[in-house]
């Protein structure tokens, strides 16, 4: 179960940490990635993460801007976002899924099988 935190109302330009945290001893053997979706539109991929951490990968739009890492230790996934614009408004979920490493589908929410509630992070201008 993966139970997310963070998010909510920030001005452009701002920050926000949005938190995945999940429980079971897999976890840490998990890619996690985060997906976002906006009203009418389809899930966007915005960042993974190996199990290890030692990978990472992000969507073109929030490269530079944000950084996924994880803290297997308290079985938590972390994507700090900087630099945020209105455009990223969305609800935001972290997803875990057992074959995402070792099949590289990082990017495609098909690969994911387990899904946090979502959290609603909206950017003013």
């Known amino acids: 179960q993966l139970v997310q935190s963070g998010g909510g109302l920030v001005q452009a330009g701002g920050s926000l940490r949005l938190s995945c945290a999940a429980s079971?001893?897999?976890?840490?053997?998990?890619?996690v990635g985060w997906f976002r979706q906006a009203p009418g539109k389809e899930h966007e991929f915005v960042a993974a993460?190996?199990?290890?951490?030692?990978?990472?990968y992000y969507a073109d739009s929030v490269k530079g801007r944000c950084t996924i890492s994880r803290d297997n230790a308290k079985g938590t996934v972390y994507l700090q976002m900087n630099s945020l614009k209105p455009e990223d408004t969305a609800a935001y979920y972290c997803a875990t899924g057992a074959y995402v490493e070792s099949s590289g589908s990082y990017y495609h929410e098909g690969g994911y099988d387990d899904w946090g509630q979502g959290t609603q992070v909206t950017v003013s201008s």
């Open positions: 993460i190996s199990g290890s951490g030692g990978k990472t």
């Open positions: 079971g001893r897999t976890f840490s053997t998990y890619a």
